[in-house]
Structures are given as structure tokens and as C-alpha cells.
């Protein structure tokens, strides 16, 4: 593929870009893209697979402002740093995680968006829970003499039962 830019040389540097709420993507050589920076890059270092491993992904999505690295957290177990863990992606021991945790946790909520596992479920678990959660409810609805509301969750009961049953058989 030649370069967006010269069209002479081929294109190494695959750049993604948001204009205007779209992603463009640019395809350049190493000499526009160096160019473009104003700087002279050495590429010769890259290796195609940038992330060895999911320390080192981690690592790169881990960050530490200048301010931060002031006050700068250490384990008292192992003796880690926030900055050797920026650089790493990795945790020295299982106090760390205790150490690091405000860090971990915005890591993780940038990286999965959550900090809650979902998970997959086993088939037909979501009935059972949805079914419990109804009992519970049709409890609660008895006890209060809501009589009308109890027939529905009562029928929504059996529904879901024989649902279950009709996947299960």
C-alpha cells in the first residue's frame, strides 16, 4: 500500500483519526510521518507485535500525570511504584492490588468499561433467577393482600416454568 501522502513509498504507519465525529485513516510512509512531525523517528525498533503480552498493553493504557508521580505510590510488601508499574504493566505482589487500587480501578473502567465481571451464565440460570425474583415478590405481594398483582406474577411464574421446562426437555 503507498502512502497517502508522497504516493511514492510504501505506507508502514497506519494512523486513525477522529474529524469531525468520523474516523479517517491514514496510511503513511515512514519519511511523511516523520515529516509531519517535524522530528527524524527510528522505526527500526518496531516490531510488529507491539504488545508482547497484557502487561505491556496494560501498561500503555495506564497514566500517570507529573503531579501524580510527586506524591508516588509504593507497596510496602514489595516495594513496587506506581512508576515502575506504568512501565511494566505489571503488579509485584497481592498487596499491590490494595496499593494501586484507584488506579487499577480507572484502569479497568477505561479498558472494559466496568469494573463488575458479567460473565456468560449457565442455560437456563436466568430463568431460575428471574423466577426467584418473582416468588419473592409474589411473597411479598400475599403478605400485603395485593391479591391482583400476586395472579399476574403467579401466571408470569408458570409462564417462565414451562418455558424453562419446554428448553430444558
Do not use: W
Amino acid at each position: 500500500m503507498l502512502c497517502d501522502l508522497c504516493e511514492k513509498r510504501e505506507a508502514k504507519i497506519f494512523i486513525k483519526k477522529i474529524e469531525n465525529g468520523k474516523q479517517v485513516d491514514y496510511n503513511v510512509c515512514e519519511v511523511c510521518a516523520s515529516n509531519a512531525l517535524g522530528k527524524t523517528i527510528d522505526f527500526s525498533d518496531l516490531h510488529e507485535s507491539i504488545f508482547h503480552s497484557l502487561s505491556d498493553m496494560l501498561a500503555g493504557f495506564s497514566d500517570i500525570d507529573e503531579n501524580e508521580l510527586e506524591k508516588e505510590l509504593k507497596c510496602d510488601e514489595c516495594g513496587l511504584t506506581s512508576r515502575e508499574f506504568q512501565e511494566t504493566g505489571k503488579l509485584g505482589c497481592d498487596k499491590c492490588y490494595q496499593t494501586f487500587e484507584d488506579k487499577l480501578i480507572h484502569l479497568l473502567k477505561r479498558l472494559q468499561g466496568s469494573v463488575q465481571h458479567a460473565g456468560k451464565s449457565l442455560p437456563g440460570l436466568e430463568h431460575r433467577h428471574e423466577i426467584d425474583n418473582l416468588k419473592a415478590e409474589l411473597q411479598n405481594c400475599i403478605e400485603k393482600e395485593e391479591y391482583e398483582r400476586a395472579a399476574v406474577l403467579r401466571d408470569k411464574i408458570r409462564e417462565l416454568m414451562d418455558k424453562k421446562n419446554a428448553d430444558g426437555a
